[in-house]
């Protein structure tokens, strides 16, 4: 077979061929495309095939991020620490035929509900690792003590569902149900008051889906190395790393000559007054950076603990979404970065505490600390507004009861920068998910949404205006458990260079007044509570209960020029239409 590359193909010290090095960019970035749309098409859970809250992403032979799709930065960032885990973890006994399985947090996982699929992929020939590929994907369960497996309670990791540091769910071809059922019903169940796996049927079947979509992914690479031959293809791989590290050295040579200073600092707080405090110094003539998190708060009682990998995930993200070239996220955006993480802080974490909320809001804060050094833009929503709902799991007296857990996250409003307004309604740095599309969420679950639209007035105001947060009205049509974990509830994202901040966000619970709760009064005209239940909470709703969620908005930039905010034109006002038009106008008929 004649080598496409022809005489393209250049020694290694007489550097890439530009035209070469766009074009692995792109056939690696391919190849996880198309494993990701192979995962959403053969998934079956809202979560997944709906929301798109997976990646995939193709891995070097020592561990270090390829190439990716669009898909979930915090995935992406964090996946390399997981196949570099489970390498030091086997060495040289893996085969072929053999897939892993890992969602610990301190194995390179983020939180308990991403379960990481690892596949090595096997010279055809000399039969030596050349690459590995991986998809993570949010389960929308995996057991612990409140359905949906992010309890906005929780104080331990037990608490949280299934914890796997590393099994080999597919041996030598054989896929090993019984060891799945052990990791995912059997064992979570053991700890006092946490249940199983509340659909184990959907979780096995989303799992296989990960796996074939590891397998496309591995037919695709073996292609590629039979077009080009696995020298140039894995030349070029490190190629493409060694440009992204090069942009970034740029990118820091640049940040410290427009900011006249090589050093660079800035501190935000959670809700709890946890601060993340950030200091970056520069070295101008390498372009390299130490990123020093030292001031930043202890580890807390609660779930906001983020895992190193989540960190570093936020990093990586921050510098390439600073960077206006084309080049896929990949470890060389890390090269010239030295981090630094205090022991004993809520950075790193203890093996024991809580981190599902760290993974969804703490790296969201992360990033606007990173972004706020580097006075890049102004704070997002900060938030990924985290909703949770379901039944079953154990009763009063231990037994187990099935039922089912569904998850989503609410979009909120994009911050500003310096020639940008904000965006309105959307899913903000990490998450990058979508949310339940309304149609699909009533037919499946339930529930019946009551309004769902851009929150007026919630985003700074400015020369350059924040973006504008979202109202997500749901009432439930049956009792069952529903949890929000959510920040910037008590501090908002803030504005830049005189911009305004965004409104904070708000949780309410309008509760209809019943004899069995004893707020009922016949005398009184009042039968509906409005309740606000502050940025963590659990929840029983009764039948015909409601929650109201209003997201935070993003904070703007520069001061107004004695003009108010522009006004969004283009957005009409909200009209009841879908389900709940057909229901009033079925309840006026009756």
């Not at 077979?1 to 960019?25: E, W």
């Not at 796997?164 to 052990?182: A, C, M, P, Q, T």
């Not at 190395?225 to 790393?241: A, P």
């Amino acid at each position: 077979m004649s080598d496409p590359a022809g005489s393209r193909t250049k020694s290694p010290s007489s550097g890439p061929d530009p035209i070469l090095l766009t074009l692995f960019a792109n056939r690696f970035m391919s190849v996880a495309e198309a494993m990701g749309r192979s995962l959403q098409q053969t998934s079956i859970s809202t979560n997944i095939k709906e929301r798109l809250d997976f990646s995939c992403a193709l891995f070097a032979p020592d561990g270090d991020l390829v190439a990716n799709a669009p898909f979930i930065p915090i995935h992406l960032g964090s996946m390399s620490f997981a196949v570099k885990y489970q390498m030091n973890l086997y060495g040289d006994s893996l085969k072929e035929g053999d897939v892993l399985m890992t969602n610990s947090p301190h194995a390179g996982g983020s939180h308990l509900p991403d379960i990481t699929i690892i596949t090595p992929v096997f010279d055809s020939k000399t039969k030596e690792i050349i690459f590995f590929t991986a998809s993570r994907g949010h389960h929308a369960d995996i057991g612990g003590i409140l359905p949906g497996s992010m309890p906005p309670t929780s104080v331990n990791i037990f608490e949280e569902g299934a914890e796997i540091v590393s099994f080999k769910i597919v041996n030598g071809g054989v896929f090993d149900r019984d060891g799945l059922i052990e990791y995912m019903v059997d064992k979570p169940s053991q700890y006092p008051g946490s249940s199983g796996c509340r659909n184990i049927r959907d979780v096995e079947s989303d799992l296989k889906a990960q796996i074939a979509a590891n397998h496309k992914g591995i037919q695709l690479i073996h292609a590629i190395v039979d077009d080009y031959g696995l020298e140039t293809v894995q030349e070029y791989m490190y190629h493409i790393r060694n440009n992204a590290e090069m942009s970034v050295r740029n990118l820091l040579k640049d940040v410290a000559k427009r900011a006249g200073s090589n050093v660079l600092s800035a501190i935000d707080y959670l809700d709890d007054g946890s601060p993340i405090q950030l200091k970056v110094e520069i070295n101008e003539n390498t372009g390299s950076a130490i990123l020093d998190f030292e001031g930043t708060g202890c580890e807390v009682r609660g779930n906001l603990n983020a895992p190193i990998s989540v960190v570093h995930s936020a990093v990586i993200y921050c510098m390439r979404a600073m960077l206006d070239l084309d080049i896929p996220l990949n470890a060389g955006c890390l090269v010239p970065l030295e981090i630094k993480i205090p022991k004993k802080s809520l950075l790193a974490p203890s093996k024991t505490a809580a981190v599902c909320g760290g993974n969804v809001l703490t790296s969201q804060r992360i990033v606007d600390v990173v972004l706020k050094a580097f006075h890049a833009a102004a704070a997002s929503q900060g938030c990924t507004n985290n909703l949770t709902f379901g039944t079953g799991g154990k009763d009063k007296d231990g037994n187990s009861i099935a039922g089912w857990g569904y998850y989503e996250t609410i979009a909120g409003g994009s911050g500003a920068g310096p020639t940008w307004h904000g965006t309105d309604g959307v899913h903000t740095h990490i998450t990058n998910t979508r949310i339940g599309d309304v149609e699909i969420l009533e037919r499946r679950y339930p529930v019946m949404i009551h309004q769902f639209g851009l929150r007026s007035g919630s985003g700074g105001v400015g020369k350059w205006h924040g973006g504008e947060g979202v109202v997500r009205d749901i009432e439930f049509l049956e009792p069952m458990q529903v949890s929000i974990l959510s920040e910037r509830r008590t501090r908002q994202p803030y504005g830049m260079e005189g911009g305004g901040p965004a409104a904070f966000g708000r949780n309410t619970w309008i509760k209809q007044c019943r004899n069995e709760d004893g707020d009922y009064d016949e005398k009184s005209d009042v039968r509906l509570r409005d309740i606000n239940i502050g940025g963590k909470a659990t929840v029983w709703m009764g039948k015909g209960d409601r929650l109201l969620l209003e997201t935070p908005g993003g904070g703007a930039w520069g001061a107004p020029e004695g003009t108010t905010k522009t006004p969004h034109e283009h957005v009409k006002a909200w009209e009841p239409r879908g389900s709940i038009a057909e229901r009033a106008a079925a309840q006026a008929a009756f």
